[in-house]
């Protein structure tokens, strides 16, 4: 039914809003905005960046990953309060940790070769759990044995305690995990990658082993990546993005 000639009228003879209750109604507006960017940061995903060759080839430095909160861990944007949630990760799942050793380092990519209970063990170039050898077609150098570290005289034996995982890097050469520092507390897990979205080849200075670009603190090299990135597209890795885990 269309508005009558009068109805028309008295909304055109209406007094535009005042500034105040505009001001207000945008400030309403972006107080939902922020409340739900802050719920999905804390609680649904977060993005990160991978830093160094801990996870290779599974995993590139400048691999930009979606991560999922969900079902894992829930807190406080920017603040140490979390909780853990009822999901728990699976064996040779791929997962995203504080870093146990030092607290306030930058968040850890491991995968989990441990279970709560396992008897874990390193030996004939192989990871033996429970006694069955550990079957790994994700590392770096499939062919490569892998070593116990340096400080053991003989092959050590880790019992993993309920409620912790032992965790690894793919790259086992070079991944400081749960063989070095021990093992990883379920309270520690933040969640689990789900996408790369970007993967950028950064250039790096003649004196860098490996570009810092990614290095939390780098914020001027990972400007001057992204800006590389955008003047040479073939630095950007572009068979790698949205690839899902």
């Given at each position: ?31 939902w ?59 040779q ?18 995968r989990?070769?441990g ?5 874990l ?34 092959p ?17 050469n ?9 093992y ?42 992204y ?19």
């Amino acid at each position: 039914m269309k508005p009558s000639e009068s109805e028309t009228d008295d909304k055109k003879n209406q007094p535009p809003a005042s500034f105040g209750n505009r001001a207000k109604s945008e400030a309403i507006a972006w107080f939902w905005i922020l409340l739900a960017f802050l719920f999905i940061y804390s609680c649904i995903g977060q993005a990160r960046v991978i830093p160094s060759e801990s996870m290779e080839n599974t995993l590139l430095v400048g691999d930009h990953l979606i991560m999922s909160r969900f079902g894992y861990d829930a807190g406080l944007p920017f603040m140490n309060y979390h909780l853990p949630l009822w999901r728990n990760p699976k064996r040779q799942q791929i997962v995203i940790i504080r870093a146990p050793q030092l607290p306030g380092a930058p968040d850890l990519i491991k995968r989990v070769i441990g279970m709560p209970g396992d008897t874990l063990e390193i030996h004939d170039g192989h990871v033996w759990i429970n006694g069955q050898q550990l079957v790994e077609p994700y590392l770096k150098e499939p062919d490569s044995p892998i070593q116990p570290p340096s400080p053991f005289d003989h092959p050590p034996i880790w019992h993993v305690p309920e409620g912790h995982y032992f965790v690894m890097g793919d790259n086992r050469n070079d991944s400081n995990d749960s063989r070095y520092w021990g093992y990883a507390s379920r309270s520690d897990l933040i969640g689990v990658p789900v996408m790369i979205y970007l993967s950028i080849d950064a250039p790096k200075t003649d004196d860098e082993i490996r570009t810092e670009a990614w290095e939390p603190g780098h914020l001027g090299e990972r400007f001057e990546a992204y800006a590389y990135a955008l003047i040479h597209p073939s630095h950007i890795r572009w068979k790698r993005l949205f690839h899902f885990f």
